[in-house]
């Protein structure tokens, strides 16, 4: 719990933010106008200079650490980068880059984007910005976003050298509006199986989700796959509509409620939804946080599909965001979440932020994510579904099915070529090299899919590229791996070549969460457990 006197002197700090604000000023207490009287005594009478600025940015995230784990404060500029993911779009050219010896290639270009309705191709080297030398520097991912982005119809010159083309080709780029998505794969898993993936609940996803369902039921959908695993959360009233599309009217979907008895605010579906019928499955994992929780703690507990993967993360609080007036703001929690049976999401933090987040740390110690049997509930977490099954409550979605982490693939050598970048570099640089011949003998992924092997020639490639970046060669690790590097180097090219719905679909191969989803669907668990399909 935080000190009365810590309260009060971060109270202290947050009044000299609110300088100036009479409405702020009004609610200062005697003790808040003393300690504003010190800080202005230190600031004028103290031996050295102080930086009252910097005090008071300081003091207001730590109170606010001190209050909860999400309770948090940000800057202006802060404020801009958090939002962007989930506001769904920035000013830019419509690239996907990464640099490669100190070169920017052009991965993708976005659909709808500047780049693309110019001509930019993938493979393209951007070599100039602005008449500046953009190559044979340390160039970072940053240095590259300051100069391609700014407001929408504004000009960017850029200079690019694409292989065969003798010259540098010259563009004048206008800057607009490049969405972002938060839908990374769309395909499906069976001939009756629509899988979504989804990567966090943005302003945007709601209509996303729709366009993908309308996709897949054109192909044959018949039932569907959610996947949540990785996704840690976003906007509440995304997670509804997302909620809102797989349920039928009038369904409690989720409520919060604040400090006082009067204030829980109750969310319900529509009649709009366009799967309200069929099998349906929702993956998670530790990662699943927040809207994530909101979605599957609602299939759940309204029996509508089975929840599989492992225990959720277990973010459960309300942020309200508060704005300073110089631009920046704090996001402070209001209320918790609750699922449709009365289960809050959120896990303890009794024990401070550090103990908190380091909980996923010791659910591993522990042996959480590779045994079903190391998770133990007490009685008083006991919750039921509408349909009378027997749900745990305590922090997180504890899915229906478990399937533990699978470590056996593991490795040091693995690690390090994660930690050194090897993966992107080295495929990057391959399909750069042979992108034309990729291009010639798969002209359509699903020929690729089929046909593409990873070679025991290419994997040689690959570990001789490893050591080039400093990962020494580890013959144990690499057999322990072997299986691993290949579906990654696979997909990995997949996505160089056409994007992430491709990548996904390379990796989710051999996905064990969703192979178990597909035995489900096969199955007649639904019927058994008189789940609502």
């Known amino acids: 719990?935080?000190?009365?006197?810590?309260?009060?002197?971060?109270?202290?700090?947050?009044?000299?933010?609110?300088?100036?604000?009479?409405?702020?000023?009004?609610?200062?207490?005697?003790?808040?106008?003393?300690?504003?009287?010190?800080?202005?005594?230190?600031?004028?009478?103290?031996?050295?200079?102080?930086?009252?600025?910097?005090?008071?940015?300081?003091?207001?995230?730590?109170?606010?650490?001190?209050?909860?784990?999400?309770?948090?404060?940000?800057?202006?500029?802060?404020?801009?980068?958090?939002?962007?993911?989930?506001?769904?779009?920035?000013?830019?050219?419509?690239?996907?880059?990464?640099?490669?010896?100190?070169?920017?290639?052009?991965?993708?270009?976005?659909?709808g984007g500047p780049s693309e309705k110019l001509g930019i191709l993938a493979g393209d080297k951007i070599v100039k910005i602005e008449s500046e030398n953009m190559t044979g520097m340390k160039i970072k991912n940053k240095d590259v976003i300051d100069?391609?982005?700014?407001?929408?119809?504004?000009?960017?010159?850029?200079?690019?050298?694409?292989?065969?083309?003798?010259n540098l080709i010259d563009y004048k780029i206008t800057r607009d509006k490049i969405p972002l998505t938060s839908i990374d794969a769309t395909y499906m898993a069976d001939p009756e199986t629509g899988y979504i993936k989804l990567s966090r609940f943005s302003a945007t996803s709601g209509d996303e989700f729709l366009e993908s369902l309308e996709k897949l039921e054109k192909q044959g959908m018949k039932h569907l796959i959610i996947d949540l695993t990785g996704n840690g959360g976003g906007y509440l009233q995304t997670a509804i509509e997302i909620a809102d599309q797989v349920l039928g009217d009038k369904n409690l979907v989720v409520y919060t409620q604040g400090r006082s008895a009067g204030s829980r605010v109750d969310y319900f579906s529509?009649?709009?939804?366009?799967?309200?019928?069929?099998?349906?499955?929702?993956?998670?994992?530790?990662?699943?946080?927040?809207?994530?929780?909101?979605?599957?703690?609602?299939?759940?507990?309204?029996?509508?599909?089975?929840?599989?993967?492992?225990?959720?993360?277990?973010?459960?609080?309300?942020?309200?965001?508060?704005?300073?007036?110089?631009?920046?703001?704090?996001?402070?929690?209001?209320?918790?979440?609750?699922?449709?049976s009365g289960r809050c999401i959120q896990k303890p933090y009794e024990d401070g932020v550090d103990d908190y987040y380091d909980d996923l740390n010791e659910r591993y110690r522990h042996g959480e994510f590779t045994s079903k049997d190391s998770i133990h509930f007490a009685d008083s977490l006991k919750y039921y579904t509408v349909g009378k099954r027997l749900v745990y409550g305590g922090g997180g979605i504890m899915p229906d099915i478990f399937i533990p982490l699978d470590t056996t693939e593991n490795s040091r050598y693995l690690t390090d070529l994660y930690r050194k970048g090897v993966f992107n570099r080295f495929t990057l640089k391959y399909v750069d090299s042979h992108r034309s011949e990729l291009n010639a003998m798969y002209q359509d992924f699903d020929k690729y899919r089929k046909q593409f092997k990873v070679s025991d020639e290419l994997m040689k490639e690959f570990t001789d590229f490893g050591t080039t970046e400093e990962v020494e060669f580890d013959a144990e690790g690499y057999e322990r791996s072997n299986v691993f590097i290949r579906r990654q180097v696979r997909a990995l090219i997949a996505n160089q070549l056409w994007g992430i719905n491709e990548y996904y679909q390379c990796i989710n191969e051999e996905n064990p969460i969703l192979k178990e989803a597909l035995n489900q669907m096969r199955s007649d668990n639904f019927k058994k457990l008189k789940l609502r399909y």
């Open 1 to 111: 719990m935080i000190s009365n006197t810590t309260l009060r002197f971060f109270a202290a700090l947050l009044f000299f933010c609110f300088a100036g604000s009479v409405s702020a000023q009004r609610y200062a207490s005697k003790e808040t106008e003393k300690l504003d009287y010190l800080l202005y005594f230190i600031n004028n009478n103290y031996v050295d200079s102080v930086n009252t600025h910097e005090i008071v940015e300081e003091g207001i995230r730590s109170m606010l650490k001190e209050l909860d784990p999400h309770s948090i404060y940000m800057t202006r500029e802060e404020l801009k980068e958090m939002d962007e993911p989930l506001v769904g779009n920035f000013d830019g050219i419509g690239v996907q880059f990464n640099i490669l010896d100190d070169t920017i290639v052009v991965v993708n270009t976005i659909v």
């Open 147 to 166: 100069r391609l982005r700014g407001p929408r119809g504004t000009v960017v010159n850029v200079s690019i050298y694409r292989k065969g083309v003798k």
């Open 270 to 340: 529509t009649s709009k939804g366009l799967f309200e019928k069929g099998k349906l499955i929702v993956l998670i994992d530790e990662g699943s946080a927040s809207a994530s929780e909101i979605v599957s703690g609602a299939v759940q507990d309204l029996d509508r599909g089975l929840i599989i993967g492992r225990r959720s993360f277990g973010k459960g609080l309300v942020q309200n965001s508060f704005p300073f007036p110089d631009g920046s703001a704090m996001r402070m929690t209001t209320a918790r979440y609750y699922t449709p």
